[in-house]
């Protein structure tokens, strides 16, 4: 079906009934991307249209580049689930959320294609620029909701969003020896990196205590800004990478 979409992009039109009103004066700022997870691009979107699924997303990017949009922009979208980023915790009422066909980890994980990159690229710049996101605020599901999520994953390209000026991106600081914080730590030091994950934008207490609560926002970390290595483990690199980004965001943002 082809009719106008929100996007001055090519795009068709395939109506997902799932979706709602969005909350009155809760601002669009965000944009979470997805993969889809399921073996095929047919399965993802018969799923994403499925009233019983209760699931969707406003936008699906296949992996030869095409874009279908399923749920208006001026639609809440049920692509989030139970997330959090800097305190809010209903992302779907103030996000747009794009999935992009991929197996996922479960069904034979691989790299994303050029022309898919692309479209997510110009889909996601377009989206942005009408609705004045912030690059920080453009994420993976996996940031929002590290105890369920893993997707877009290790091997999604976040520097080719970075050229364009979408993300909030520094070159990860490359793996060596030195610190280590891990599971069971205690102490001023893990104080200071829950702390620093929180400011960030993750869901960690402020505890002192390694839990597993901070060990998923690690990995989350890692998956996202530092993929050569995700083990949830703190080592130098993921702390100076870490560093480096808390130094791009605004002290408001």
């Known amino acids: 079906m082809t009719v106008s979409t929100d996007t001055g992009l090519k795009a068709r039109v395939h109506p997902s009934p799932n979706h709602g009103p969005r909350v009155p ?26 009233p019983e699924a209760e699931v969707s997303a406003h936008y699906l990017i296949d992996e030869d580049g095409g874009i279908l949009q399923c749920v208006p922009e001026s639609r809440r979208a049920w692509h989030a689930g139970r997330s959090f980023w800097k305190g809010r915790s209903d992302i779907n009422s103030r996000s747009i959320g794009i999935e992009i066909v991929n197996p996922g980890h479960e069904n034979g994980y691989r790299a994303f294609p050029d022309r898919q990159i692309e479209a997510v690229v110009a889909l996601t710049k377009d989206i942005c620029r ?31 969003l970075a050229e364009a000026g979408i993300g909030l991106y520094v ?83």
């Not at 004066?25 to 499925?50: K, Q, W």
């Not at 609705?131 to 877009?152: C, F, N, T, Y």
């Not at 901070?214 to 560093?243: W, Y």
């Open 171 to 253: 070159q990860p600081f490359p793996i060596g020896s030195g610190l280590f914080i891990q599971s069971g730590d205690r102490g001023q030091p893990v104080e200071a990196l829950q702390s620093m994950l929180a400011l960030f934008g993750y869901d960690v207490g402020i505890t002192g205590e390694f839990d597993e609560k901070t060990r998923l926002g690690v990995k989350a970390f890692q998956r996202h800004f530092r993929p050569e290595k995700v083990d949830g483990v703190v080592d130098q690199s993921t702390i100076e990478t870490l560093h480096a980004l808390l130094r791009k965001l605004p002290s408001l943002a």
């Open 25 to 50: 004066g809760v601002p669009v700022d965000m944009v979470i991307l997805h993969y889809t997870g399921m073996t095929t691009a047919e399965a993802a979107l018969s799923r994403l249209c499925n």
């Open 130 to 160: 009408r609705h004045d996101i912030q690059p920080w605020m453009v994420l993976g599901h996996s940031d929002i909701a590290p105890d369920r999520k893993e997707d877009p994953g290790e091997l999604f390209p976040w520097d080719r």
